[in-house]
């Protein structure tokens, strides 16, 4: 194929390193954190359908912030330590999970996507789509398209449970 993608491989395998397209940016495995990349300055924190997430060190620092406030206050802080955590815990996991739609509908059309990276301004995901308009824009709204689920399962959830 002239793209080097491996077309007969399923969205949800690692793809081979050698079908990898010349040049593809973004991969920060295996990178030494640099002054001059902010973009190395991250750790990896596990990797699922070959793909790792790694975590900004800045979100790190978000989240130590934002524990520290809710507990340093007299009273537990604006919301206390319980809500701050479920609060910072739905955020990554919405985040991750838009990032992975993204991800998935890159693969499903044939292009490479192996890494994602949150940080204090949301997620990126590391995908190379083959070099068709479709592929490209299946690779952008499959992010979208993940949110789009979640108020559809929401929505109603939150309508029964608040009246």
């Keep these: 194929m002239s793209s080097g993608m491996d077309s007969g491989r399923q969205p949800w395998e690692e793809p081979d390193e050698r079908t990898r397209p010349a040049g593809y940016g973004g991969d920060w495995r295996g990178s030494r954190m640099t002054f001059d990349d902010p973009m190395t300055w991250s750790v990896p924190v596990f990797r699922i359908f070959g793909i790792t997430v790694r975590l900004h060190l800045f979100f790190i620092v978000f989240v130590l912030v934002t524990v520290s406030q809710s507990v340093s206050v007299e009273g537990g802080g604006a919301f206390g330590l319980v ?28 292009g490479t996507a192996d890494e994602i990276l ?14 068709r308009p479709s592929a490209h824009l299946w690779t952008a709204i499959g992010g979208p398209l993940v949110n789009v689920g979640f108020i559809a399962v929401l929505t109603p959830w939150i309508g029964l449970t608040t009246g």
């Design 118 to 131: 949150i940080w204090p301004l949301g997620g990126l995901a590391s995908c190379a789509p083959p070099q």
């Design 83 to 110: 809500p701050a955590l479920i609060g910072l815990g739905a955020l990554f996991s919405i985040v991750l999970l838009h990032e992975f739609g993204h991800a998935i509908a890159c693969r499903a059309k044939a």
